[in-house]
């Protein structure tokens, strides 16, 4: 049993000669190249290759090159991998063709109309949604109490509680409850009732 000789690849080739291959690949092929004519053969063409593009004038280009370039992958027809059958693809749709008939498929987008009413509704829930935001924020700012002014009267009616307020002071020994608005403070001795 032998062991096929191997070559280096074109790809690798072209990177050598430019000066594009890492340093551990570039010794590998310095390594090969010492031993494979085939190679050293190929290194020389690209070689010679690069200073015949380095020493050309300038390449006149098509006008038309690149809308030809661009047109092959709508113009092109390509065999289908199933047998006889040919796929070929036009500018706004691909078409299979074969033994059993042939059929399309439209590359052109369309807009369904569930698209057009769903993006509707969510423009008239975002903006009904915005509209209660700004009455709710109008209605605190109409319900919140004034501030006073600099002379120091206030500048509109402060809202008084309608329920009277109570609260809790500590003060040892003794814990007084007073209610606001009562005239008469609850008074209670530790661990007593009131």
Same mark, same amino acid.
């Given at each position: 049993?032998?062991?096929? /000789?191997?070559?280096?690849?074109?790809?690798?080739?072209?990177?050598? =000669? #430019?000066? /594009?291959?890492?340093?551990?690949?570039? %010794?590998?092929?310095?390594?090969?190249?010492?031993?494979?004519?085939?190679?050293?053969?190929?290194?020389?063409?690209?070689? /010679?290759?690069?200073?015949?593009?380095?020493?050309?004038?300038?390449? +006149?280009?098509?006008?038309?090159?690149?809308?030809?370039?661009? +047109?092959?992958?709508? *113009?092109? #027809?390509?065999?289908?991998?199933?047998?006889?059958?040919?796929?070929?693809?036009?500018?706004?749709?691909?078409?299979?063709?074969?033994?059993?008939?042939?059929?399309?498929?439209?590359? %052109?987008?369309? %807009?369904?109309?569930?698209?057009? *009413?769903?993006?509707?509704?969510?423009?008239?829930?975002?903006?009904?949604?915005?509209?209660?935001?700004?009455?709710?924020?109008?209605?605190?700012?109409?319900?919140?109490?004034?501030? /006073?002014?600099?002379?120091?009267?206030?500048?509109?009616?402060?809202?008084?509680?309608?329920?009277?307020?109570?609260?809790?002071? =500590?003060?040892?020994?003794?814990? %007084?409850?007073?209610?606001?608005?009562?005239?008469?403070?609850? *008074?209670?001795?530790?661990?007593?009732?009131?």
């Amino acid at each position: 049993m032998s062991i096929t /000789e191997s070559h280096l690849a074109q790809e690798a080739i072209a990177a050598l =000669v #430019d000066g /594009e291959l890492p340093p551990g690949p570039a %010794r590998r092929a310095a390594g090969h190249l010492s031993g494979c004519l085939q190679c050293r053969m190929a290194v020389q063409a690209q070689r /010679e290759a690069k200073e015949a593009l380095h020493r050309s004038q300038e390449v +006149a280009v098509p006008g038309d090159l690149l809308s030809r370039l661009c +047109a092959i992958p709508f *113009t092109a #027809d390509v065999p289908g991998s199933g047998g006889s059958g040919t796929l070929a693809a036009g500018p706004d749709s691909l078409t299979v063709s074969g033994a059993s008939g042939s059929w399309a498929v439209s590359l %052109r987008p369309h %807009r369904s109309a569930r698209s057009d *009413t769903t993006a509707r509704w969510l423009r008239r829930g975002v903006t009904g949604t915005l509209a209660g935001l700004g009455l709710g924020f109008a209605a605190l700012a109409l319900s919140l109490p004034a501030t /006073e002014a600099a002379g120091g009267a206030s500048s509109g009616p402060v809202a008084r509680p309608s329920v009277p307020e109570e609260h809790t002071e =500590v003060v040892p020994p003794v814990v %007084r409850t007073l209610t606001v608005g009562n005239a008469s403070p609850t *008074t209670s001795a530790p661990g007593g009732t009131p």
